[in-house]
């Protein structure tokens, strides 16, 4: 069972649009983290998120983790072509085990000139 | 300060043929982590450990097996390959729950 949800699967948009990302569970997080993979490279973290109603900005990413700390967005302003990539979010739950953290399923994004 | 290293980037295997993936960290970490990564599927853990001495199953790890060598090597072996096992694999480090650093990954087909 999948526990983290992603939508949309993949977004293909041109330089300068805007776009929301979401990250979406029925379970209760105790943090959540933003990584993008470039192809060919493993996963890197952009971001974590701690407290329920977090707004946490990186340049022209935006991430929020939601109130009842289930669920997530990243939004991205006037996208470029270097933010093209695999974005997955992942979850940890609060049972403080070194093994529990929870990836979502990823949103594929291309920016095209 | 490379972070985690993995080896080898490329493999092709017949099934039922055996192997091992190799990962190192220089980071220090106590934690370790062996995931698979399949088109629509996120990254999937296949086995962990927590610190040195210790491994532990995560979600997947039915036809794998791990030997945790040392604080700083943790290996992903292939008994008997199977083409459901064509994947590719990311080995990740950490300090207790916080941020996963990844290796490069190991592409994987199995025929």
């Known amino acids: 069972t999948q526990l983290l949800e992603q939508s949309p699967q993949f977004l293909s948009i041109q330089e300068g649009e805007n776009l929301t990302v979401y990250c979406n569970s029925s379970?209760?997080?105790?943090?959540l983290q933003w990584y993008r993979q470039e192809p060919g490279e493993g996963p890197v973290l952009l971001v974590t998120v701690v407290t329920g109603g977090e707004v946490k900005k990186l340049k022209r990413l935006t991430f929020q983790f939601g109130d009842a700390r289930k669920d997530s967005s990243l939004h991205i302003t006037a996208a470029q072509p270097g933010d093209t990539g695999l974005y997955l979010c992942?979850?940890?739950?609060?049972?403080?085990?070194?093994?529990?953290?929870?990836f979502g399923t990823g949103t594929r994004l291309q920016v095209t000139l | 300060n490379a972070g985690v290293t993995q080896t080898p980037k490329f493999q092709v295997l017949k099934t039922g043929q055996s192997m091992t993936l190799q990962c190192a960290q220089d980071?220090?970490?106590?934690?370790m982590y062996w995931y698979r990564q399949d088109p629509g599927m996120g990254l999937r853990l296949i086995y962990y450990?927590?610190?040195?001495?210790?491994?532990d199953k995560g979600e997947v790890p039915n036809g794998y097996n791990v030997s945790r060598l040392n604080k700083r090597e943790f290996s992903l072996r292939l008994e008997s390959a199977a083409p459901s096992q064509t994947s590719v694999y990311f080995c990740?480090?950490?300090?207790?729950?916080?941020?996963?650093?990844f290796g490069p990954g190991t592409r994987l087909t199995v025929l």
């Open positions: 379970s209760v997080f105790s943090s």
């Open positions: 450990s927590a610190s040195e001495g210790t491994t």
């Open positions: 980071m220090n970490h106590n934690s």
């Open positions: 990740a480090s950490s300090v207790g729950l916080t941020r996963r650093y």
């Open positions: 992942a979850g940890a739950l609060a049972t403080g085990t070194a093994s529990k953290l929870t």
